[in-house]
């Protein structure tokens, strides 16, 4: 299996603060990799796909870059409907994976 | 407005079998990827497997082969996640989801509400 390594495993941050995630692939995926928010109780909610296309109805303070093994999540200003989890996910191999999730806090 | 509408929350005993469902409705079934996710609690996402059901084309992860059974019935739009011999380690949420267009390449971008399963002696 592709291994997906995020980083920070949590964030404390403010309203208005800039925000990057980072995901990690054990190996090239090239550009199949998705972005999701989850919030406690919900289902998982996709922000991100082919590593920088944003999802309809997804604000565009949420951007995604990156391809091979390094990817990127920013939030350019943080609102308060941004703190949740969030899981990157590879589609490039047979069996997908998704990263640990980094929780996003108020700090 | 498509949606996945899942069956409801389980309570069983260790060993004991299940099968959950996942319907799809507001869209063509046949045509979309569906799969499934897991999430222990507490805990993070989980890829499952997923299934075609035009043609029951299935893929598992190897964490999860062998340990439930996929399937999907396109006469109903609904697709299943089976276990024969549950365990304790299963008591997790599962989520079904939809692939976010007809290829097999794709992430989910429609998902189930949920189904939670506690299996408990």
């Known amino acids: 299996d592709i291994q997906m390594t995020q980083s920070p495993s949590t964030l404390s941050a403010s309203v208005g603060d800039r925000v990057t995630i980072t995901c990690r692939a054990s190996?090239?995926?090239?550009?199949?990799l998705a972005w999701y928010q989850q919030k406690p109780g919900k289902a998982p909610k996709l922000l991100i796909y082919?590593?920088?296309s944003l999802e309809s109805g997804v604000p565009s303070r949420f951007s995604g870059s990156g391809s091979g093994t390094e990817f990127t999540l920013t939030i350019s200003s943080l609102q308060p409907d941004d703190f949740a989890t969030y899981y990157c996910q590879q589609y490039n191999s047979y069996s997908r994976t998704f990263g640990q999730g980094t929780k996003v806090e108020i700090k | 407005e498509v949606q996945l509408v899942q069956s409801g929350a389980e309570v069983k005993k260790p060993g004991e079998s299940l099968k959950i469902s996942c319907k799809g409705s507001?869209?063509?079934?046949?045509?979309?990827?569906i799969g499934w996710v897991r999430q222990m609690p507490g805990k993070g996402l989980e890829w499952m497997g997923i299934i075609y059901p035009g043609d029951s084309d299935t893929r598992y992860s190897p964490s999860f082969q062998g340990q439930v059974t996929i399937s999907a019935d396109k006469s109903i739009s609904t697709a299943y996640l089976q276990w024969s011999s549950l365990k304790a380690s299963d008591t997790a949420m599962y989520y079904c989801?939809?692939?976010?267009?007809?290829?097999?390449?794709?992430?989910?971008?429609?998902w189930g509400q949920g189904t939670m399963v506690t299996v408990s002696s």
């Open positions: 190996q090239s995926i090239s550009s199949w």
């Open positions: 507001g869209y063509s079934f046949t045509s979309y990827w």
């Open positions: 082919l590593a920088s």
């Open positions: 989801a939809r692939h976010r267009d007809s290829g097999s390449t794709r992430p989910f971008d429609i």
